[in-house]
């Protein structure tokens, strides 16, 4: 780069790097014969016919049947939702409207979602790390101690990549001790497999805590950038102030709110068991395999594994074209890899590939040692 340009470019900036994420590990424009398992997408697209109409005209800031309709699903009211341009802009609008850069701080329990750090980051906002424990439950007792040294507290349940869900007792509790003091966001991108778990209702019951949602994992359509903030009337006005006037497409509008109608939430559902029965028989078949050890729950679309051979065994994958996460990186999940559920077709296909890699290297080995 320029040296003039580099100066230029903030300081905070300068050091940052581009998030690794899936789509960029792996576009989606090379190799149409590759089997898509490392993003947490659902294998299929649902298909709509939506009206070029109103295209010359700007869209509502939030399209009224938008919000009704996604309000009714999450049985909250239409003043506690604002539709973002995905979860991932819910992330960055409560950055940018609660931290104060290179002052604040946001507070994450990895291993979890990587936005929260990255987000912050671009923002020169601080990020303090809890490290969840060893079977990945929240480290409340250190969480509630940071009360009054943070402004907001990232909870994500169910937990990308773990699968692991927070109780609603921790929540409340974290919740009370961060009282004015900070915001508690809880992710909830896949509660949809998990349902009975949401804290939706904490909304209400608090005035500090937030649910983030998404259509792009139960719902199948992470290619329209759609995502919900559930908050009090209150929380939802300061992140009208800093909302991009336009942040909401008329055609992902269109789209998402049939696909929150009744037809729409009845696929979904079919969908949610469909690929729930699936992740049921994809971590039971992976936990007769001698070398492969799951971990964490399976509370979303995707299971967690670890293994002594886990970067072998993902360039053997990645050679047979079956595209899964590399998760090793992340504190605690040393040796760990992400398998997103599929189709049967698919998922029967990486089984069986993980049992192959297997196979052969047994066999080398046994050689090997002759
Ligand atoms: C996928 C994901 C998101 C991002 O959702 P988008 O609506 O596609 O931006 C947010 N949080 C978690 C935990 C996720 O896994």
């Known amino acids: 780069m320029s040296d003039w340009l580099n100066k230029l470019t ?10 690794e994420s899936a789509r960029r590990l792996f576009s989606a424009n090379e190799g149409q014969n590759r089997t ?49 341009r ?4 819910g992330i960055e609008l409560l950055i940018r409207a609660f931290c104060t850069p290179g002052k604040d701080s946001v507070l994450i329990c990895p291993p979890t979602y990587g936005m929260y750090a990255i987000s912050a980051r671009t923002f020169n906002v601080g990020v303090k790390s809890v490290p969840t424990q060893s079977d ?26 773990t699968g692991t869900l927070i109780p609603q007792d921790t929540i409340r509790d974290i919740a009370k ?23 939706s209702k904490l909304i209400s019951e608090f005035d500090n805590v937030v649910v983030l949602r998404t259509l792009s994992k139960a719902f199948a359509l992470a290619g329209i950038r759609c995502g919900f903030m559930l908050s009090s009337e209150a929380i939802k006005q300061v992140l009208l102030k800093v909302i991009a006037p336009y942040p909401v497409p008329d055609p992902v509008a269109q789209i ?10 009845s696929i979904m559902q079919e969908r949610v068991a469909f690929l729930s029965s699936e992740l049921k028989a994809l971590s039971e078949s ?48 040393d040796k760990c890899l992400r398998i997103t559920v599929g189709n049967q077709e698919q998922n029967n296909q990486v089984r069986a590939l993980i049992e192959q890699f297997f196979d052969e290297t047994t066999i080398t080995e046994s050689s090997e040692s002759k």
Not at 142 to 158: A, D, T
Request: aromatic fraction near 8%; charge should be negative.
């Open 256 to 265: 998402a709110t049939k696909a929150l109608s009744e037809e729409g939430l």
């Open 177 to 199: 001790a961060h009282a004015k003091t900070a915001i508690v966001v809880v992710d909830e991108a896949y509660i949809e497999f998990s349902q009975e778990y949401t804290a």
């Open 10 to 19: 903030t300081e905070h900036v300068r050091s940052l790097k581009p998030y």
């Open 286 to 333: 992976l936990e007769n395999i001698k070398q492969v050890e799951l971990v964490g729950q399976q509370c979303g679309n995707f299971v967690l594994f670890k293994s002594p051979q886990n970067s072998d065994l993902m360039q053997y994958l990645v050679s047979k074209d079956m595209l899964i996460r590399d998760q090793s990186k992340q504190i605690n999940l």
């Open 136 to 161: 990945f439950s929240i480290n409340k007792e250190q969480v509630i101690s940071e009360s009054g040294h943070v402004k907001l507290v990232f909870l994500c349940s169910p937990n990308n990549p």
């Open 36 to 84: 898509w398992l490392n993003a947490n997408e659902a294998p299929e697209a649902p298909s709509f016919n939506i009206s070029s109409e109103l295209l010359n005209r700007y869209p509502d800031c939030q399209p009224h049947s938008l919000i009704e309709a996604y309000a009714q699903y999450a049985q909250v009211g239409q003043n506690q939702v604002l539709a973002t």
């Open 86 to 89: 995905g979860a991932d802009e």
